[in-house]
C-alpha cells in the first residue's frame, strides 16, 4: 500500500483534532474523499501517543468496518482518553502529544516462526480467548531480538513468556506503514 505524504499529513491532521475536539467541540477537519480515496477504505489502524518519548496512549483496530478516517478519529480519541493503562489525557498536554499512525495490512497465519521478520511484522497471538498484539515498531524500539519479540507477544496475551517455545502458537501476522507527525514535517 502506497500512502502519500499529503494524505499521511491528513490522516495525522484528522487523529489531533479528533483529539482536540475532547475540549473543543467546534474543531473539524474537512476532506476531499474524491482526491484521497484511502481514507474511505476499510483498513485497520492503531494511533500511538507519546509525550516526552514515553507512551501516552495507544488505540487501534485490527480490521475496521468503517472508512479509515473514521478508524483514525475514534482511535485518536480512545489512545486519549480511553487506554485502560493510564488516565485520561488533559487539555495542558495536548500541545506536548506525539501521534504516530500505523495503518495496518490485513493479518495472515504464520506457518512458522521463522516466517517472521523483525521490524516487518507485526504479531497478534490469539490463544484460549486471550489475544495480544505487537506492532512491527515495537520490537525496533526496544531492541528486540525474534526470541524476545515472541517472549513479548506471549506475555501481552497473558501467558508466560516461554510458552512459544512449547509449542506453535496461534498467531497471525501484518505488515504496517507507519508513519509520524515528526516524520511528515521534515
Known amino acids: ?29 474537512e476532506v476531499d474523499f474524491a482526491k484521497h480515496p484511502i481514507l474511505n477504505s476499510q483498513k485497520g489502524a492503531f494511533v500511538t501517543l507519546t509525550k516526552n518519548n514515553h507512551l501516552r496512549g495507544c488505540i487501534g483496530y ?30 495542558k498536554e495536548l500541545e506536548q ?17 521463522d516466517d517472521i521478520i523483525v521490524g516487518i511484522h507485526g504479531l497478534i497471538l490469539s490463544e ?14 526496544h531492541k ?14 497473558g501467558f508466560h513468556s516461554d510458552l512459544w517455545k512449547e509449542r506453535t502458537l496461534n498467531i497471525e501476522m501484518f505488515t504496517a506503514d507507519v508513519f509520524s507527525e515528526e516524520e511528515v514535517s521534515k
Open 128 to 141: 484460549q480467548g486471550r489475544q495480544g498484539l505487537l506492532l512491527p515498531q515495537v520490537p525496533i524500539e
Open 97 to 113: 502529544i506525539k501521534i504516530e499512525i500505523s495503518i495496518l495490512s490485513e493479518p495472515f497465519p504464520i506457518k512458522s516462526y
Open 62 to 91: 485490527i480490521i475496521s468496518y468503517r472508512p479509515l478516517y473514521e478508524t483514525i478519529k475514534d482511535a485518536a480519541r480512545q489512545a486519549a482518553i480511553g487506554d485502560p493503562r493510564f488516565s485520561e489525557l488533559k487539555q
Open 144 to 157: 528486540m531480538n525474534k526470541e524476545e519479540y515472541l517472549s513479548a507477544i506471549c506475555q501481552k496475551a
Open 1 to 29: 500500500m502506497h500512502i502519500l505524504i499529503e494524505e499521511k499529513k491528513i490522516m495525522l491532521q484528522i487523529a489531533r483534532n479528533s483529539i482536540a475536539s475532547i475540549f473543543d467541540s467546534n474543531i473539524e477537519i
